[in-house]
């Protein structure tokens, strides 16, 4: 770990192989809580394999991951389906919602799914998407939105949880430059206010220096690790804090 607090999600050793492919040879991290990370690698190199062991989506072949003390590995695929529904937030490179559902459905969705009354996730929903700036997007289907407003809505169901990780692969992947520094600053900020860990998968650099730390992968290993400057200065150019409400 590295110079912050007790760690949220660790890795002791971990390899996975698909096939013949050796995806990841041996990764040992930390990520404290409310950290801010980058994985940045070429193509292959195995960055997002890495994300999918970090969030229990994939169980490595070998060594562990651990999460808040739990080893994930131990878990039956119903507890890692619902340590991700509860402890953890999704953002995709294509906002994977709903095309079905309003903006705030798509939103209150994990809340139902574990359990919550549709009256309370809605509400919560509305709310989350007020503190994020959204609500005029609330009644509004993902095909009456442009690529940023999903993933605008994307990040507020990311949080709507109230996660302790939030892991986000390529989240402006599908995005201009322009869009994905405003996607990049709300997500920032969103999850500074939430106090969540952040955990981003991405090629682009500028996406990278919106982060505290930057991992490198290559060949499955992890090639630096190193902190960055996160002040404003090192940001991109014309980068400030987003108008998150409180």
Known sequence: MRGMSTP???TSDIVKRFDTVTALAGVSISIAAGETAAIMGPSGSGKSTLLHCLS???IPDRGAVTFGGTEI???TDAQRSHLRLRELGF???DS???PELPARENVALPLMLTGTSTRTALRTADDMLARLGLVELRSR???QMSGGQAQRVAIARALVSSPRAIFADEPSGALDQATGHEMMQLLTAAV???GAALVVVTHDVNVARWCSRLIEIRDGLVHSDRLLN???ANRPAGATQSGVTR
């Open 8 to 10: 949220l999600i660790t």
């Open 56 to 58: 229990g989506v994939l």
């Open 73 to 75: 590995s131990h878990l």
């Open 91 to 93: 953002v995709f490179q």
């Open 96 to 98: 994977q919602l709903i």
């Open 141 to 143: 289907r993902p095909t």
């Open 192 to 194: 500074a206010m939430a």
């Open 230 to 232: 996160v002040n404003t």
